[in-house]
């Protein structure tokens, strides 16, 4: 079977030399893209803009709602699941006080995203301490548990009976993005040995399903280990986004992790385009491929204007979607040299299923949310 696609550039009418930059006057920029944006793409220059419905219906409408507010205080393997399919988790949960049992995910790697608080984390592999910000990787069928300092909440995304990976950098280099120095590993610190022992419990979820395994002693009792899988952490604030002042980059380029048949991306503070002609703002695009969630954790997203933290997100694949109209007002007349967003998105190749903890929260209005009156 060929894997060629049929590529042949072609240009009709009025269009712009460069994608995102210097449109036809009065033009808004729609791109068509295959697999997400590595594929072939077309930009069509239209004269309304591609989000300016005035009615919605069906299954396919945008959806927001507040995550934060569906976090369930219990165990981290049985919060509150707001979207899945077949590759992919997304739940969220909240841990008031330290855990007296231990938790372990053998249906794939975990990544938890800390939105709030701060605390200590325990492993197979050692101690970690933890903050807001923080991406916590925990490969499949590890042991852990926290100790957290205040109230902590937590998104996790397991990569369901897969692993994340690295992104591939190519000409950008290993260092880019972030250096793989910053990724920190548990250490076996006197906070390890200094753990109480007697009778621990393991929860362990298999294939959705928690069994509950008991032991007369502490099982995070290792002395040693080495080779070269653990967990890791990475801090947003440790990650340095990738720009261009003269156009607009694809979301793709703030891949931080990859899984099979999904992306992690990191949306972090970066300047703005400050070329005249380039897009200010995330350009409209049917993005045919792939569903794109989005959790809102800190700051002024730019290319919104009813979103706040702790909301998510989802835009299923098949209708164009792109910056609200107060966003894209603002864009157009450069109003902000600087974005102080910091979002995690995931783009899944499968459709995400929203799930009733998501639905009780949902936003209703938010399809309106790109009208202009």
């Known amino acids: 079977m060929s894997r060629n696609w049929i590529e042949f550039p072609r240009i009709e009418g009025k269009a712009s030399r460069q994608a995102h ?5 009065g033009a808004f920029e729609r791109e068509i893209g295959r697999d997400g944006f590595f594929g072939p793409a077309a930009h069509l220059y239209h004269r309304h803009a591609p989000t300016g419905w005035t009615s919605f219906e069906g299954a396919l409408r945008p959806r927001a709602f507040d995550a934060k507010a569906a976090a369930k205080a219990s165990s981290p393997l049985e919060g509150a699941v707001l979207l899945q399919n077949a590759n992919c988790l997304v739940s ?3 841990c008031q006080a330290a855990m007296d049992y231990l938790v372990r995910d053998a249906d794939g790697d975990l990544l938890l995203f800390v939105h709030e608080g701060a605390g200590e984390l325990f492993c197979d592999f050692g101690h970690l301490s933890y903050r807001d910000g923080d991406y916590i990787l925990l490969p499949r069928g590890t042991m852990w548990r926290l100790e957290p300092a205040g109230p902590t909440t937590a998104l996790s995304i397991e990569a369901r009976n897969g692993a994340f990976k690295l992104p591939d950098r190519g ?4 260092h880019a993005q972030f250096d793989p120095a910053a990724l920190d590993t548990p250490k076996l610190d006197d906070a390890f040995r200094d753990q109480k022992d007697g009778n621990w419990s393991v929860k362990v979820k298999r294939r959705d399903r928690i069994s509950t395994i008991g032991y007369p002693f502490n099982p995070l009792d290792a002395v040693g280990w080495k080779g070269n899988l653990a967990p890791v952490r990475l801090n947003w604030r440790d990650i340095r986004p990738v720009m261009s002042h003269r156009y607009h980059l694809p979301p793709s380029v703030h891949s931080t992790f ?5 992306v992690v991306c990191t949306f972090v503070p970066r300047p703005i385009e400050s070329d005249p002609g380039a897009l200010k703002v995330p350009f409209f695009h049917s993005n045919d491929d792939f569903d794109e969630m989005i959790f809102y954790h800190a700051g002024d997203f730019f290319s919104r204007d009813n979103i706040r933290p702790g909301m998510v997100t989802l835009h299923p694949s098949g209708f164009t979607h792109g910056p609200h109209p107060k966003a894209f007002a603002a864009g157009a007349k450069a109003a902000k040299t600087m974005t102080d967003e910091v979002a995690v998105m995931i783009d899944a190749r499968d459709a995400l299923d929203m799930m009733p903890d998501a639905d009780a929260h949902e936003d209703r209005n938010y399809v309106n949310s790109w009208q202009t009156k």
């Open 21 to 25: 930059a210097d449109l036809p006057e």
């Open 92 to 94: 969220i949960w909240s």
């Open 171 to 174: 000409l950008l280099g290993d």
């Open 258 to 262: 990859v899984a099979d048949r999904f």
